[in-house]
């Protein structure tokens, strides 16, 4: 049985999700700047004394999204890592973004860390953190790629990597800004658009 | 000699231009949200009174804005058209967008609009009108390329270009969002994505 400690703990962990999830919820609606702690106090149906106990301000509730961010890209990537194939182990991984992303809140709070990120520096330098693990694990895949000849080793990496990144993002907002396609159909060009850029010459799928 | 109406004219045409240009840099730096009328107005130099003869409303501004772009997108697509071989225009149209929107604010008011319009039905509209005639200009440069024999017939034309445009508004944001890359890298490898996507099987370059 967990002890009053462990329950106290999980109490605010939960009410902090809580925070959290409201919070998405209105910086899609309204934006980071368009939403105010009394709109994330109000969707979470708390009172603001009681939101403060958790979070001191707006952009400690974003510093904390961002860090659950990262934490839940980084499993993605431990899951690459562990992947037999890495080229499938990408895809995989490209398929799970997609299909997260796919609500509208998703990419409208993805939108809007670019958007803000391009205006400030702070956030430039939140949102490039979580880029970092991302190219980090992309590029372990990559390279384990170039070892087992699934890879071109002419490739460079470093630009290779920002493109993938641009492609899954831009497919993302795009999706969300356009009428519906057809899942498969996407998928299926999103996988070709892949597999055939990161391909040795000799061995295009 | 123009005329005086003729030179009237171009004062207008002048003045909005100046409002415009104005507007693009604030709502850069602040967003649509942050913008006011009163900082598009410093910005310009210029009175409220002057301001308000040449545009209502920010939203009349923001209207301006999107239709200038609407012009300048359908210029580059009728030289897309007259290029005698649809793929290498392409790739010239794509270094031209990537070249123009290089400027920290090109990509920061692009950002901005999509974020935008996945909030606001309206600028949602507006977005895809322009989209719309992006996707026009591409589909009849695919169409040409599986006469030429470039393209592969078996492409899902509606689902690859929404997958080009991703690509280049994507590229656009993470060239703006991440450090400096080697410009003739990226757009080997921009060019390398593209063209090996759309190639047939039998003649991938």
Redesign the interface.
């Known amino acids: 049985m967990p002890s009053n400690a462990d329950s106290a703990d999980q109490t605010r962990e939960a009410q902090r999700q809580r925070i959290m999830d409201a919070a998405r919820a209105v910086f ?4 980071f ?2 939403a105010s702690i009394q709109d994330i106090r109000a969707e979470a149906g708390m009172s603001a004394g009681n939101l403060y106990r958790y979070f001191p301000s707006k952009e400690a509730i974003i510093a904390a999204i961002a860090e659950a961010d990262r934490l839940r890209i980084a499993g993605m990537f431990e899951e690459l890592d562990r992947a037999e194939d890495p080229v499938e182990g990408m895809m995989a991984l490209a398929r799970r973004f997609l299909e997260e992303m796919q609500d ?1 809140q998703g ?2 709070m993805c ?2 860390t ?6 400030n520096p702070e956030m ?1 330098a939140m ?2 953190d979580n ?1 970092k693990d991302v190219q980090a694990g992309l590029a372990r895949a990559l390279r384990r790629g170039v070892e087992t000849g699934q890879v071109d080793p002419e ?2 990496v ?3 990597i ?2 993938l ?7 993302m ?6 009428p519906e ?2 899942r498969g ?2 998928m299926a ?2 996988e ?2 892949v597999r ?2 990161i391909a040795p010459r000799s061995s ?1 799928p």
Chains 1, 2 share one sequence.
């Not at 899609?28 to 934006?31: D, E, I, K, N």
């Not at 670019?114 to 205006?119: D, G, K, P, Q, T």
């Not at 990144?165 to 497919?171: F, K």
């Open positions: 899609a609606r309204s934006g700047h368009g509208p990419s409208a939108a809007e670019m958007s803000e990120a391009l205006r430039r949102f490039w880029m490739l460079d470093g630009v290779a920002r493109l990144m641009a492609l899954a993002d831009g497919t907002l795009h999706r969300a800004l356009g396609m057809d159909t996407l060009q999103f070709r658009m055939r850029f295009i």
